[in-house]
C-alpha cells in the first residue's frame, strides 16, 4: 500500500541558502566575541594602569571597577565614550592594608545575545 501522506518537497537551493545564513550568523557572533574580548582586555590593561582594578568576571558586558577615593578613572571613562555608574563603595585588601575604594560599572558595546 503506498503511503498517502503528502510530503513536503525543499528546494536543495533554499536549504544551501538557510544553511549559509546560519553559518553567516554564527561567525559574525564568534567574530563580535573576539572584538569583546580584545575590548575588555584592552581597558582591564587601561583601569589597571590607573591604579583602578576590575572586579568582574573577564569578557561580560558590564564590567565592574573598584577605584581608589579621588580617582580621575570616571571622567577618563567618559572622555573615551563610557558612561560609568556608580554602583556603591566598598573595601579593598592592598599590601596588608584596607582601602575605601568606590564602586563604578561600565556596560560594553556588544551584541544583545550576550547579557
Known amino acids: ?11 536543495p ?14 561567525k559574525a557572533i564568534r567574530r563580535a566575541s573576539e572584538r569583546r574580548k580584545e575590548l575588555w582586555d584592552g581597558i582591564n590593561s587601561y583601569v589597571r594602569s590607573q591604579g583602578c582594578w576590575v572586579v568582574s568576571q573577564p569578557g561580560l558586558r558590564d564590567m565592574r571597577i573598584q577605584i581608589p577615593k579621588n580617582s580621575a578613572l570616571p571622567t577618563k571613562l567618559v572622555e573615551l565614550g563610557y558612561s560609568p555608574r556608580a554602583c556603591g563603595v566598598g573595601m579593598r585588601a592592598e599590601g596588608g592594608k584596607f582601602l575605601p575604594v568606590d564602586i563604578i560599572e561600565i556596560i560594553l558595546p556588544g551584541i544583545e545575545q550576550w547579557r
Open 1 to 11: 500500500m503506498a503511503d498517502t501522506t503528502a510530503r513536503k518537497i525543499v528546494d
Open 13 to 26: 537551493k533554499i536549504t544551501q541558502k538557510r544553511q549559509q545564513s546560519f553559518e553567516d550568523q554564527l
